[in-house]
């Protein structure tokens, strides 16, 4: 069996990047998995490395830890890019992006340089010990800084390669060579056209009703009540006779939604959202059996009792910064190897010293080496809270 040469453009380069591998990293013995984590989960003694920065490939990772996988952020001198985007946790002694505090829980983050020969080398050590190797540069990009892509299975030929970018690894190099966001990778592949626009129309359906948010004393409600029996339930609920206004008559296309009595049966529910508060709107309309939701943000997640009792938020400490806050629960939930969050996101580098003695074998006097060189850096972590949380 043979690579996809669109992916894997040189396979017959393996062979001979093998004989460049140094002895040590060759000879390296796999250390039991987890070393570092917890042992839990499905994935668990599954070890993967991300040298990936931004949401997509960080994310990848995020998932793997949080059903047990012992993953290894890899992080450039002074943190990965994505610690500096904001928002920010502005409260403790270290600012540090919000966004990365809760992607980065139950990581492990080893501080280092890739623009060196020995960083290199060091991740390289890495492959070998490991069973994923996950990365999110622009196609090309690894290549250029000493990374070719063959240079992975030829360290490790069981490692699975995992790179994520906006337009994919082959396909039109006008297109390949583009920056990408998630945004720009919404925009491109139609997923911004669809989701919650309908041809740019807002949050409401134009195929039928009630689908839509309404808007309340308070605040924003999603109301959902489509198809026949259901749809039925709605003309009763605010008075009408179901009959006159009726599935077919209001919502069954376009042409309902948009006819007289359609128009209507919107004015009349708009108008009752906008004399109720959201919550009471929810729970009349539940009890009626038509799907409601109050419209939540961060702060009504962490009060409500259903979000606590699925445990769909936890608290952690940022050990970055030191402040004390809630990410999000593991979805979804499994029965006998259920996923956990066991600490929140590390400061940059917190792990280096225990990837290169506990997994990598490197002895006291190599890794104070490799400290003075500026190979590899650390952030001493807090583990105790320093300000209160504001969300027990």
Known sequence: MT???????????????????PDWIRNLKRPLTPALSPPFGPLEGIRAVGT???????????????FGAEVIHVERPGGETFRRVAPHLTRGLRP????????????????????????????????????????????????RTGLPSELAPAVNPSLVIVKVSTYGQFGKQEHLERAGYDAIAQAYGGMMHVTATYGHTGNRSSECQ????????????????IGGAIYAR????????????????????????????GRELDRRLREYCAARTCLEVETELNKAQIGCSRVFSAEDQYADEHYAARE????VLDRQSGVPIRVYGVVPKMSLT?????????????DTTDVLSKLLGLSDEE??????ENVVHRTEPFTEPRVEPVHP
Request: charged share 25%; proline share 6%.
């Open 96 to 143: 540090h992006g919000c966004d990365t505090a809760e992607i980065n829980k139950n990581k492990l983050s080893m501080g280092l340089d890739l623009k060196r020969a020995r960083g290199v080398e060091l991740l390289m050590a890495l492959w070998k010990i490991s069973d994923v190797w996950m990365e999110s540069s622009m196609p090309g990009t690894c290549e």
């Open 312 to 315: 769909m938020t936890v608290p």
């Open 367 to 372: 890794i104070a080496r490799l400290y003075t």
């Open 52 to 66: 990936g920065v931004f949401v997509a490939q960080p994310y990848i990772g995020t998932k793997l830890a949080e």
């Open 234 to 261: 709605m003309p009763r609920f605010l008075g009408l006779d179901p009959n006159i206004y009726s599935f077919e008559a209001c919502s069954k296309d376009p042409a309902a939604v948009n006819s007289e009595r």
């Open 210 to 225: 009630p689908y839509d948010t309404f808007k309340c004393s308070d605040g924003w409600v999603f109301i959902a009540a």
């Open 3 to 21: 690579h996809d040469k669109r992916i894997l453009k040189n396979e017959e380069q393996i062979e001979a990047l093998k004989k460049t591998v």
């Open 338 to 350: 259920p996923g956990r969050v066991w600490r929140g996101a590390p400061a940059v580098g917190e």
